[in-house]
Structure formats: structure tokens, C-alpha cells
């Protein structure tokens, strides 16, 4: 039973294109994530929702928007994709009021734009 | 702001070597401190954690305490297994509104048999 599933784990497309990934967390979490993890393994955080409020926005390009129907849900679009934006992008989630308590991730998207 | 500098690597041990992997922290306030691992194609897991002063972290033979007169935590293992073969990524949390994990750079680990 998945705790954080994103989908599609591989995502190849063409530059220009614009795509979306989606994230779903069934661990009754109040606060959800997106990090990019370049090429050397660096990761960047990028957004935060918290109960479907943006509370976190890393300086990202504006073709990054992210989407929060519901606490249990973000999702991120990305629009006029460039060969830059080619990296596993990770959604994760976690309880707000609890530092003590780790977050939980996803199994990646691997984002080729080519 | 908080960051977390880690040991670069990549590390490269032979089965059964004694292996550490440096993390030291700079943050306000009483962080709590996070190893995640990923091994390859996954995603990102909690390998241990300690959240605060003094306290030691442990699993999978896997060992960091939590030093604030020195503000690092870092990673330790005895005897190393092939299996261990992942990066290893060092990560702080804190209080406050925008609580946000903040991570170190990551270390590649290999482990040759």
C-alpha cells in the first residue's frame, strides 16, 4: 500500500511540450512537496502546500505551477518545456506541526525532455 | 537561513570496511536531524533520525548522534555490505511556518565485494 505515489515514474517528451505530473499521499499528511534532484544528485526543494495553501516558492521558473485539489493531492504542470527542466522530480509529504517526524517521498519522475 | 554541509563523494569501501560519512549543520533553533538513503532508481527513505541533543539515531547497523556543541550528525557504520551501495543524504527540519526539509549534497557510497 503506497504511502506516496507519483505518476508517471518516466516521462520523455519534446521541447515545448507541456506536461504534468501527479503526486498522491494516503498518510493523512497536511503538508505536501515537490523537489527537483539534478543530474549529481543535488536536490531543490520547489514547492510547499500546506492544507492546499502554498506556503513555499523556491525562485522556479513560472512554466512550474503547482495544483492542490485537495490536501491528499499536488500535482505540478509544467508548461514550454526546455532541456533544463530534464531531472527526477520528487514529491514527498509530511505532518506540518511535527519537525520530529520525517517526510515521506515518492518513487521519483524521471523527466527526459528532448 | 539552515543548510547542512556534507562529506563529498563519491566513497568507494570494500566489503566489511568501517565506513562515516560527515554531515555538520548551521540552524536556528533545536533542528531535527534526518539520514534518508536512495538507492538506485528509488526514491528517497528515512534511514534513521535523531531529534535532539545527545540522542542516537540507529538503524540497519547504521549510527549518527546528534552533537550540537560540534552541530554535526554524522553517519556511521561498522561493516559495511555491498548492499549498502546507495546515496546517503544528510537533512535538517525545524519549526516555523515554511517548515521545509533542508538537505546536504548527497554522498555516493559504493561498496566493492
Known amino acids: 500500500d503506497t504511502a506516496v505515489s507519483q505518476t508517471p515514474k518516466y516521462l520523455v517528451t519534446q521541447m515545448g511540450n507541456d506536461k504534468s505530473i501527479k503526486c498522491e499521499q494516503n498518510?493523512?499528511?497536511?503538508?505536501m512537496y515537490w523537489y527537483k534532484q539534478d543530474s549529481k544528485k543535488f536536490l531543490k526543494i520547489m514547492f510547499s502546500y500546506n492544507n492546499k495553501e502554498l506556503i513555499i516558492n523556491e525562485t522556479v521558473p513560472n512554466r512550474f505551477s503547482p495544483k492542490s485539489p485537495d490536501k491528499a493531492h499536488l500535482n505540478l504542470h509544467i508548461n514550454s518545456l526546455e532541456l533544463g527542466d530534464s531531472a527526477v522530480y520528487f514529491c514527498?509529504?509530511?505532518?506540518?506541526?511535527?519537525?520530529?517526524?520525517?517526510?515521506?517521498f515518492g518513487q521519483g519522475t524521471r523527466l527526459t525532455v528532448v | 537561513g539552515n543548510s547542512v554541509t556534507q562529506m563529498e563523494g563519491p566513497v568507494t569501501l570494500s566489503e566489511e570496511a568501517f565506513l562515516t560519512i560527515n554531515c555538520t549543520y548551521t540552524a536556528t533553533g533545536y533542528p531535527s536531524l534526518f539520514w534518508y538513503v536512495q538507492y538506485p532508481g528509488e526514491g528517497l527513505q528515512l534511514l534513521l533520525k535523531?531529534?535532539?541533543?545527545?540522542d542516537k539515531g540507529s538503524n540497519k547497523g547504521f549510527e549518527a548522534t546528534y552533537r550540537k556543541e560540534t552541530t554535526s550528525f554524522h553517519l556511521e557504520k561498522g561493516s559495511v555490505q555491498v548492499s549498502d551501495s546507495a546515496v546517503y543524504f544528510c537533512a535538517l527540519s525545524s519549526y516555523g511556518s515554511a517548515r521545509q526539509l533542508t538537505f546536504g549534497s548527497g554522498t555516493q557510497l559504493t561498496v566493492l565485494p
Open positions: 535523531a531529534t535532539k541533543a545527545d
Open positions: 498518510l493523512g499528511h497536511d503538508t
Open positions: 514527498a509529504s509530511s505532518q506540518q506541526d511535527s519537525p520530529n517526524t520525517e517526510a515521506f
